[in-house]
């Protein structure tokens, strides 16, 4: 249970939810601006494994998930953000921290149309070179 | 994810110059920088899946790789089990045996391709031909439970769709025992041939370090001494009632990467002994009838690390959100890490190291960094790692007679 | 003019196209070349340029990024050529018919001589369409 | 009229094709015993080049003219070779003076063959793979003929084939003296290296992708090589008979020697992995090199 107390009480002002769904898998948001300090907490010093962000749209804007495992305990840990701005949505990019997270921002960016400030080559990861600009496929209205 | 890292256009590389999937940046015989393009066989999985209801994802999660196509749908399906609440009480006992024994074996073929391969990329085709020679049975053992060669339909949301029969279980074990003396010989093969030996030490090489930096998963980490297996850290099916340990290598390079591999088919091996001997009998499915609202995240250890898929569910029975993500999505960005460095012969080994879907390794294409001239691609690649070896196969045997 | 057809039968140069396949194909098609199911003895070989080719084997949906390769590709084989599809994805793009990354199913693009179904097609059910194939050829002359 | 009987019916062009393709053939039968695999038959190689016949030629644009003609080089040359050679093997009619020196250039024919088509297309896959022809050329052209003068000074200065044979056949054939057989080791290694077998095949034909020089050539030029190719696998095995093992070459002998040659060649051809280019070029000059000179050093002692 010493992680979980960890976060808390490293974070516990700017943990706005909280939400520990079962033993392995707890889910907590935090506000936009935090998240570049929140996940090199968890991962430089409490020394989470960065799994994989999911980004998705929701009715009040867009919502992107980044997930840290504990690999001792098996728990998965994640955070959830908000951006409420729909027609620019953007967020601190996490690249600088560590080098895996280039690809799956590169691949949100593409998708969803979120801006990633910071990202050191923030550009077409798989769709093709004539895919027309304005489209992103993982929007709600993108025909499947 | 579905953007499985896949070749561009044919695993040989057509004449004209287009984006290869593997750019190196070479000054000579270094490999400087190394540009990474993917995409060619993107298919949009993750926006399909929310056009299609819960048993429907399922099919079409199994064909994210050719290679792991029992990983996805069962990570997919813990995924679902997670909204409904822990495995363990929502699927009956007997199905999470046949979970596992199914898991493990195609992790056996799985490395058994790989070996296959590795051996073909530094130039011993006979280990190509053998691997893949041993590697039949195993099909032949899917065949027999789930009815095809790979993508075996066998995971649903709640149970297994297909029973092991008891008729099957004694041929199973039969083919089993053939295989350890193959596994045999090919451990013995790999670990004191002094050729592979000086030509997998230290290639290619991952630090702990940037292992940890990159996220790398399966074998690739645990060959840089990485406690990472999913079937430990969080176990699913039957993994935490069966003895077998996780195997742990430190340097880092190739050869403890083909070591990892090599002994995980021991292990393998034995967990679906040890599955088949404490099967009960019982129902195989617990028929889920609808899905509540909710999140929910699935993981298992693929042969090449963790799979991972989150859902997002609000009540209907389609997904809105279905993140895929596949082990090979980190591992292969680490390529930037292992492969810079090295001299180009030994690119080819190092990329395939990683174990990405096989036709991957083939497209490499080397610029010098001046004039960004075509020096070579990925076939002629393959021959100079080819002819290290014998160039090691020289010095070694000079060694000797001197 | 039929005996250099009745030698094509004979000895098939193979050429393999892999746009947007997840592998399975790939790997039964060199299955094929595997100890078991061989198809050396057939004369059938897998060549690494596109200008010794007799027959393309395309797998996989052709996603927007890989159509124009493939009509390349077709464009530098020299005829007589054929297309093999070989999986359900080259045949009718599976279930990823509806992806917004897949335009158009392969027929559309090159004319396809012989389809093999399956997901993936056994190393049986490609050395059968290879069979098919050859009578086809065999008729034609 | 048998002039050119000779030159294209018995030994020289039809003989030595249909040699060289079962000779291929036995290779690739070999090869896939080896893995297991069942392996081609017969008629294989013979059908290839049939097919290839029928295929549609494409010459990529800014291709130049000896891109279609270098093919056809190769093939000449090998014709007379093998004409010459089959000359002195089958009719003990006396061969022009210095025979030999000529055998051994219209051997080099064909790679220079090689080099000019594959520089010609407009790949610069092929141009590389040129290049590399070129290198191993070099390399292995100079042991090649330090182990033919080790013959020559055997013979005691005999420059045609004639001579060679008739010293033979009375002192033994050159192999089983000390000379002979180093001067016959490193013979057989510049065979291999000149037909391009996989220890030594960088330069040659799956270099790049499966297809190095011969990238682009498709229908009746590259049917004309893979002629070629197997023209001088006959070729070169019965200049390895004629110098080394030309005791008594009654048809009999003749065959069995042919096919211990051939088998020596496939095996080393599978049993190791491909040379670098660089690793390749120091082997010949390297070891290869002094043995030859060994040899020739005791061949002029006597021995």
Known sequence: MDMRDKIKERLDKKIIAWEEKSAKRIYFSVAKEEIFQTVKFLFRELGLRFVIASGMQTPTGFEILYHFSDDSTGVIYSVRIRLEDKEHPQVESITPLFPAAEWIEREMWEMLGINFRGHPNLKRLLLAEDWPQGQYPLRQDHES | MSHKVIVPIGPYHPLQDEPEFFRLYVEGEKVVDIDIIIGYNHRGIEKLAESKHFDQVAFLVERICGICSSSHPYAYVLAVEDILGQEVNVVPERALYIRTIVDELQRIHSHLLWLGLAGHFIGYNTVWMWAWKYREPVLDMFEMITGNRNNYAMFKVGGVRRDIGEEDVPILKKTLDELVPAIDMFHGAVMDDPVIQARLKNVGVLTKEQAIDWCVLGPTARASGLNIDIRKDEPYGVCNRLDWKVIIEKDGDIFAKTKVRILELYESVRIIRQCLDRMPKGPIDADIKDVPAGEGIGRVEAPRGECFHYIKTDGTNRPVRHKIRAPSFMNVASNKVAAVGGTISDATITLAAVDPCYCCTERVIVLNKQDNRKVMNGWDLIKLSQEKTNKLKEELKDGRTK | MDFRLKALTKSIWVFHVSAGSCNNCDIEIFDCLTPRFDVERFGIQLVGSVRHADALLVTGIINRKALPRVKKIYEQAPKPCVVVAIGQCALSQHMFRFGYNAPEPLDKILPVDVYIPGCPPKPEAIIDGIVKLVNKVRQKK | MKLLFSYLIFPGFLFSAVIGLLAGWFDRKVTARIQWRVGPPWHQNFTDIIKLLGKETIVPEGARLTFLLSPYLGLLALILASAILGEAIFFPTPGFIGDLIVVIYLLAIPAIALIIGASSSANPLASVGASREIKLLLGYELPFILAIITIIVKANGGIKLEDILNHQSSYGSSIFSLSGAIAFIVALL????????????????????????????????????????????????????????????????????????????????????????????????????AMALVALFLAVKGL
């Open chain 4, 190 to 289: 510049c065979i291999q290296a000149k037909l391009g077998f996989v220890p030594f095949d960088i330069a040659e034909a799956d270099q790049e992708i499966m297809a190095g020089t011969m990238i682009e050539y498709s229908g009746l030029p590259l049917a004309v090589f893979k002629l070629t190719k197997a023209i001088l696998i006959t070729v070169t095995i019965l200049f390895l008979i004629v110098l080394f093992l030309g005791k008594d070459l009654s048809p009999l002998f003749l065959i069995l020697k042919f096919v211990m040659i051939l088998v020596i060649i496939i095996l080393i051809k599978n049993t190791n992995p491909r040379l670098r280019i660089d690793q390749a070029l120091k082997f010949f000059w390297g070891p290869v090199t």
